[in-house]
């Protein structure tokens, strides 16, 4: 008996999955990149990320499907929201390598980023005091507030990268025009 009803649970999640990774699949197909620069990778997601979200008020839903769209568009090593909730930062939608849970204010660079309102692209995580290490392989980041209709920070979104010095101005313009796209 039991060993049935562990036979049919497992039924069950292999349908569930059969059905999201057919449309997940069909996502990803949609996503067309065919550029080989960075300028040129972005001007060509970003219309995409719009389609994608547009029409969806989930704003949940739509920072995940933002963070798959980079990281799989623009092949980041992590790509991640952490959510304000009171007096902290608290991990929301996120693409890579487990991370952690709860930032303070002024904390890591997204902490810095909450607290003081502004982008900060860190060309080497070990000369930034206070960095936060979620992952080892983590050699650069840009963190930027995201904002609500009322221009309230209600997140802040993480880009990491693998190499050093990954992230300047081109970053910051297009994902400053892709968090504008959740107020
Ligand atoms: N490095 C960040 C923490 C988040 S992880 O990189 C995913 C920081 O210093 O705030």
């Known amino acids: 008996m039991t060993f049935l009803f562990k036979y049919v649970t497992i ?18 197909e949609d996503l067309h990149i065919k550029a080989d620069t960075k ?19 989930d704003q949940i839903a739509n920072m995940a499907n933002i963070c798959s769209a980079l990281k ?24 890579g390598t487990i991370a952690c849970t709860r930032i303070k204010k002024g904390k890591g660079v997204c902490g810095a980023s909450w607290e003081q309102n502004k982008v900060l692209i860190v060309e080497d995580v070990d000369k930034f005091p206070g960095h936060i290490a979620c992952s080892s392989l983590s050699k650069s980041e840009i963190v930027l507030p995201v904002y609500n209709a009322n221009n309230e920070i209600v997140a802040v979104l993480d880009v990491d990268s693998d190499q050093l010095a990954s992230f300047n ?5 297009w994902l400053k025009k892709i968090a504008e796209l959740l107020k």
Request: proline letters at 3%.
């Open 11 to 28: 039924l069950n999640i292999t349908c569930l999955n059969k059905s999201n990774f057919i449309n997940l699949a069909l996502m990803a």
């Open 72 to 95: 799989y568009g623009m092949n980041f090593f992590w790509v991640g929201f952490y959510l304000v909730k009171e007096h902290e930062l608290v991990l929301g939608p996120f693409q």
């Open 169 to 173: 101005t081109t970053d910051e313009y």
């Open 39 to 57: 300028e040129g990778k972005y001007t060509e997601l970003f219309p995409q990320i719009k389609a994608l979200i547009e029409g969806e008020k």
